[in-house]
């Protein structure tokens, strides 16, 4: 097996990451415009906005997506940064890619000065939850929205 190569997208790596973030709407059983991914993905490459992504690679393909942003807080000096989308293809879950995207992340995050790294997940998502709780603290915090 090729080894894996994690780096953060290019605007030439779309047709890479949109397949991705593709089966990542579909994993939450989201649609969005396609306005909205467009912007996202303008957002994503503009090194300007405090939006993120990477790709893992293996083979020629990518085979994992994170999109991470950096933000301020008002509990720290340093921005933090929130691990907002990570999808790993189906036919590569278990093989440690998902843990590498988090550890780029982490090691991206502290380079660039950020405090921490928070993220979501939903409840019932267990085999995420199992890698999490070996790489990360559980805080026990609940979350409450309203859309507007």
């Known amino acids: 097996m090729s080894p894996l190569e994690i780096r953060q997208v290019s605007a030439a790596d779309h047709t890479a990451w949109l397949p991705l973030w593709q089966a ?67 036919a590569h879950r278990g093989t440690g890619v998902g843990r590498k995207l988090i550890e780029f992340v982490y090691a991206t995050a502290k380079a660039d000065g950020c405090g921490k790294v928070h993220w979501l997940t939903h409840e019932t998502n267990a085999t995420a939850i199992q890698l999490y709780e070996r790489i990360a603290e559980r805080p026990g915090l609940i979350q409450f929205r309203k859309a507007l």
């Open 24 to 90: 990542y709407l579909t994993f939450y059983n989201t649609q969005l415009p396609d306005a909205v991914s467009q912007s996202t993905w303008q957002r994503l490459v503009d090194a300007d906005e405090p939006t993120h992504s990477a790709l893992a690679w293996q083979g020629g393909k990518a085979v994992g997506m994170v999109n991470f942003i950096y933000h301020r807080s008002n509990w720290s000096i340093e921005n933090s940064c929130y691990l907002q989308d990570l999808l790993v293809d189906s």
